[in-house]
């Protein structure tokens, strides 16, 4: 059976699972984008040969992004099994982990060769994470890493109280951790979250659960409505119209 799912015009998931501590288990996702002839691995998961072989018959390789300092634990193995692909990090990742090896560092908008295909932010005001939020322009998808997670089905005894802990319950959430510790400047983030509103995308695909294609936009808006209510006239963007009262 196929590990790749189509999700849209040069766009593709891979699903896995990380073990974070003892019965605690998250799922993880990683997209494949066709940019410029070759393929783009946005936040590596184990590539076993089975899988290597079905991402050969998509393309080459040719780029390895981590879109957060979160998210490197398979960067360093994948970038093995692709010796000539260029590996990308947000600011901050070389000086952190100087045993990867980077080629690159994300700016806060997308490297020339990827313009044609991809809009790209970098969420200013969180040095904790530095997570880029990536728009795939041909499927109207937005790639997320830990902004807002879609969980819905999990494994592990621990698993439920985690994801209690970080305030990611079962469903479309955004972690209460940004509010109360990673987002240290509230108006430089939202400016950037509503440059990210803005964008046309109907699809939001986390790394963390299930691809949300319902009402994407106007979910993500309200969970964001916190950090962008004060850009949403300028940004042509906002918090959905009525408040998202359910899952």
Known sequence: MSRITKLGDGLWSVDAETRLAPSVFFPLRMAVMQVAGELLLHSPVPIEPALARELADLGPVGHLLAPNKFHHRYLAQAAERYPGARVWGVPG?????????????????????????????????????????????PSRSLLVTDLV???????????????????????????????????????????????????????????????????????????????????????????????????
């Open 93 to 137: 990742m070389t000086e952190k982990f100087p045993e990867i090896r980077f080629d690159a560092v994300l700016g806060q908008d997308s490297a020339p060769g990827w313009a044609a295909h991809l809009d790209q932010v970098g969420v200013s005001g969180v040095p904790a994470i530095n997570e880029v939020v990536t728009l795939h322009r």
């Open 149 to 247: 997670f879609n969980m819905t089905r999990i494994r592990g005894l621990l698993s439920p109280l985690a994801l209690w802990l970080v305030g990611g319950q079962r469903g479309f959430a955004h972690s209460r951790a940004w509010r109360w510790f990673f987002v240290r400047d509230r108006p430089a983030a939202g400016l950037d979250l509503a440059r990210v509103l803005s964008w046309d995308f109907d699809r939001i695909v986390p790394c963390h659960g299930e691809v949300l294609e319902v009402d994407a936009r106007a979910r993500l808006a309200d969970r964001l409505s916190y950090l962008t209510a004060a850009h949403a006239g300028s940004e042509g963007s906002g918090p959905a119209d009525q408040p998202e009262r359910g899952r």
